[in-house]
């Protein structure tokens, strides 16, 4: 885990995005000696959204399951994702 100062976003930039890049991990930034900002590439936020998103949808499926809906068969949600996938390549 890399923590740096506030001071070192504007002497560092460089090398903090680089360690970013590398490493997909965040840098701490802190204020005053106090956590205050983390700093992560694009793409390490992208993951993360993507990744937190993914984790909703399941637990949405989970709840859905447990209110007694009924799961959909997997022959049936093949299709659906190939007719989604038509669509999307037919614009």
């Known amino acids: 885990m890399m923590i740096r100062p506030s001071t070192a976003i ?19 930034i802190t204020k005053n000696g106090e956590g205050d900002l983390v700093v992560q590439s694009i793409e390490a936020y992208n993951r993360r959204e993507a990744s937190l ?14 209110s007694g809906a ?13 007719a989604l996938s038509h669509a999307i390549h037919d614009r």
């Open 70 to 82: 009924q799961p959909i068969a997997l022959a049936d949600a093949a299709e659906h994702w190939r």
């Open 53 to 66: 998103e993914l984790r909703e949808k399941l637990l949405e499926a989970e709840e859905q399951l447990s």
């Open 10 to 28: 504007r002497n560092e930039y460089n090398d903090i995005s680089r360690v970013c890049r590398e490493s997909g991990e965040p840098v701490f």
